[in-house]
């Protein structure tokens, strides 16, 4: 017992001492609660910087590049293993952490990383479309919304620069799948997503708050980032195409060039708390996928539309893929062709 007090202590003092200093946070645009940092900042004695990214692709180039002096990134599960891969992550023993046990038994075993050895939970929704309803009445449960944009709509859409959705998206409009080599499929996507381009406003990140403003009509987009724009207008609903979305989860891990590693893991248990996952939950608006976080979170996300999904449009979501490497030349291919 005697031992077990003493090793118990010297746990708590190397905590306690390595509690201090900074850590770098590099996560999607405006998805991280100012609230929840300001609770770790305060608990631990560290202060917390975060930097934005817009797309996946943008932080994995950042992150491979070097010299970026951020100890933890946000890349979604599909991006997880080719961080995995290129060793871009550490193992920082998440199953020995105070709070793992928190993690929903849906989450804690899964595909891109396998018993939790690299990251966490953060948030996980769906993409789909977001359409202002005074500017068009249609069926809004579709992807033509921006594939094949109703006249109301033409020169008033925007579509989110993550290419592995949009891609996806285009991919199970004419029929294929997510991550398909079929050249006939990702043909007919890329030609289908050239043509409607001219028909396109934008391409661009900031949905939450030009949908709240009107300054879009229309967008590819997070139902979480929906949500707050109806929050803020309620002209504003969330499509789930029929043709097939996407289902995702955005997960937390410590990079291995991490230079506060200690604080880095400190705040991974800290968002496995289910109070501070319900912290997330209420300022962006998804899914944690952490037991214990509902009496904490907003009533409004029983019912929301955008979190709820209708029953005859939930077997056309699908959970994205990593892709192959053959799979990532072709939408790296058609990503390009966009950028044009």
């Known amino acids: 017992m005697k031992l077990f007090l003493t090793s ?9 001492a390595t509690a201090e200093g900074k850590l770098n946070i590099y996560n999607w645009g405006n998805y991280t609660s100012p609230e929840l940092i300001e609770k770790f900042e305060k608990e631990f004695d560290v202060e917390v910087t975060i930097t934005d990214f817009d797309s996946n692709t943008t932080a994995l180039a950042k992150i491979e590049a070097g010299g970026h002096g951020f100890d933890i990134v946000v890349p979604t599960h599909s991006y997880v293993p080719t961080y995995i891969d290129k060793g871009l992550l550490m193992k920082p023993g998440i199953p020995e952490m105070e709070n793992y046990g928190n993690i929903s038994a849906q989450w804690k075993d899964v595909d891109w990383d396998p018993k939790r050895e690299y990251t966490v939970p953060w948030q996980w929704g769906t993409t789909g479309v977001a359409v202002n309803k005074t500017a068009y009445s249609g069926d809004v449960n579709t992807s033509a919304i921006f594939m094949d944009p109703p006249e109301e709509l033409v020169g008033k859409v925007n579509v989110v620069p993550e290419m592995q959705d949009v891609v996806s998206l285009a991919l199970m409009y004419v029929g294929g799948e997510p991550c398909s080599t079929n050249k006939e ?28 403003n009107g300054d879009w009509v229309a967008s590819v987009n997070w139902n979480g980032s929906t949500f707050r724009a109806r929050n803020n207008n309620p002209d504003v609903v969330y499509g789930y195409p029929k043709e097939g979305y996407i289902v995702w989860m955005d997960n937390m891990g410590i990079l291995a060039d991490a230079q506060n590693p200690d604080n880095a893991k400190l705040f991974l248990n800290f968002i496995m708390d289910p109070e501070n996952a319900a912290m997330i939950s209420s300022f962006a608006r998804y899914a944690n996928g952490i037991d214990g976080s509902e009496p904490f979170m ?8 955008e979190i709820v999904v209708p029953e005859e ?28």
């Open 185 to 212: 499929d990702l043909k007919k996507a890329r030609d289908m997503l050239v043509s409607a381009k001219s028909k396109w406003l934008s391409m661009d990140y900031g949905t939450t708050e030009k949908l709240s």
């Open 298 to 305: 907003p009533e409004d996300m029983k019912t929301a539309p």
């Open 313 to 340: 449009l939930k077997a056309a979501g699908k959970f994205s893929p990593a892709c192959s490497d053959e799979a990532k030349e072709y939408y790296n291919a058609i990503w390009t062709e966009l950028q044009k």
């Open 8 to 16: 118990a202590l010297a746990i708590a003092a190397a905590t306690a």
